[in-house]
């Protein structure tokens, strides 16, 4: 096996068929990235039970921020992990580099189903969990961009798109294998022993996810253009300094960190993970359904990850890339009020026919942001906006008369508002409450749950589907580019940063971001501006500044 993965110059001639070897190297590649996104997804599956295990000395609204910013602690090592095993990789090897990582990796996984939770630690436990997501994040640094490097210097170069984006598959594959092991484990335990303990049980198998990778990535050899430079003395000396110190590469890296991770980060993780908070949070979907359509939507998207990646072969990585990016700032609102329209239809019929407004003075409303959950309003606005927050409505505000009591319209009812400073505060809040409830109720709004019957199934999935293209179109061709962008010899160190460091921006404070959007304006689709201002910003730069290099020689120093 070891001649056939070495032989460099067979690898890039084209052939007409794949060998066991070259499957092999695809495979145990692509093996450590299903890991990255199966924990990825355990932790936006299982939110709400990580809310309760680890965040629940606070309001249930805070303890799910605080998981949501739980979830993009994990990227912020991820930067330093690239710099980290970027250097390695490129110094030592590639082979070597992924397979310590995904140790570290796995280990961090396994430990979270160990951990100590509030009620039994305190605040021991959410650090311990920060921790691991931290440990995760270092290990990722090197990783993803080792697995991709890995598979693209052992593939042709007028097929590198498709040979890389098997890499890219297991995204899907990560969301399908979580779904796989959490939905059963719902069903078999109900859902208060679930809450319990049973979210531990995903983590806890993660384990053999990780043997299995570990074994297999043992049988592998040396990436062949990493050995031969090794042979010809081409290593670099300082891959960090050539990088980042030569105006040369580093532009490129600019490129990458501002234009095409950015735009790719964005627009994937709204469609493939921002659609389970949105279903499930603001449209009142139970998580069954939310998890159910999403992994069908998902499986259906599996193939187009391999089309994308072959088509970018054919035309070019630019023009598949900047479609994607296109089509998902033109259609992500639109797209996402059709979710809602086919989700949970009573609530968009009441939005639309009694919609909310606050009228009150605006000197008087702060920004309803409030993550720790400690913060107490009490001017009449700040009352009236919190309440509507914590109950997840959508809601406009108008300007009122300087000095005046804030009003809740609601349709042609009226509910006047109270300072928390009254003497007599307790009881106007249970009247105001009870007056909310009450009209809410009469104009429609529904009180829980989307009602099952009243969801369109078969379109929420086509809509999710059209969502999770365009993550495809922009994540197919994505690694390939990167790739393609700096010469061998720092290639892992040059890659990793840019790609990590957009995605820990841009893609892990995603959710936190949209959902502090949502609540800050009152505006259930609000959220969505910020992927697609992100979006709109990569399009301008990958435009003006990317070079098409598809089928370029990844071989020859630069």
Known sequence: MSSTLSSDNALRAPKK???????????????????????????????????????????????????????????????????VFGRIGDLVGRKYTFLVTIVIMGLGTFAV??????????????????????????????????????????????????????IMMTAALGLILAVAVIVPLRLLMGTQSFMEWGWRVPYLLSIILLGLSVWIRMSLSESPEFKKMKAQGKLSKAPLSEAFGQWKYLRLVLVALLGIVPGQ??????????????????????????????????????????????????????????????????????????????????????????????????????????????????????????????????????????GAAAELRIGNDVIPGYDGKDANAANKSKAFNSALVSTLSKYGYPTGNANPADIDKPMVVVILLLLLTFGTMTFAPMSAMLVELFPSRIRFTAMSFPYHMGVAIFGGFLPAAAFAIVAATGRIYSGLWYPVAVAAFSFVVVLLFAKEKSGSDIYQEG
């Open 17 to 83: 068929g794949v060998t066991a070897a070259e499957i092999l190297v695809v495979v145990a590649s692509s093996a450590g990235t299903v890991f990255e996104f199966y924990d990825f997804f355990l932790i936006g599956l299982l939110a709400t039970e990580m809310a309760t295990a680890f965040f629940s000395g606070l309001s249930p609204t805070a303890a799910y921020i605080f998981t949501l910013l739980g979830f993009a602690a994990g990227f912020i090592l991820r930067p330093f992990g690239a710099i």
């Open 113 to 166: 189903g160990l951990l100590p939770t509030y009620a039994t630690a305190g605040l021991i436990a959410p650090v311990l969990f920060i921790t691991m997501r931290l440990l995760q994040g270092l290990a990722l640094g090197g990783e993803f961009s080792g697995a991709v490097i890995y598979v693209a210097e052992h593939s042709p170069n007028k097929t590198r798109g498709a040979w890389t984006s098997w």
């Open 265 to 402: 980060a964005v627009v994937w993780y709204t469609g493939q993970f921002y659609t389970i908070f949105f279903l499930g949070k603001i449209l009142k979907v139970d998580d069954l359904t939310v998890n159910s359509l999403v992994v069908v939507a998902t499986l259906l998207s599996v193939p187009l990850y391999y089309f994308f990646g072959w088509l970018s072969d054919r035309i070019g990585r630019k023009p598949v890339y900047l479609s994607g990016l296109f089509l998902a700032a033109l259609f992500f609102i639109p797209l996402f009020q059709q979710l809602a329209h086919h989700s949970n239809p009573a609530l968009e019929h009441a939005m639309a026919s009694a919609p909310i407004v606050v009228v009150a003075d605006s000197a008087e409303c702060a920004v309803q942001f409030n993550p720790t959950g400690t913060t107490k309003y009490t001017s009449s606005c700040d009352i009236v906006k919190s309440t509507l927050a914590r109950a997840g409505l959508s809601y406009e505000t108008k300007d009122g008369s300087t």
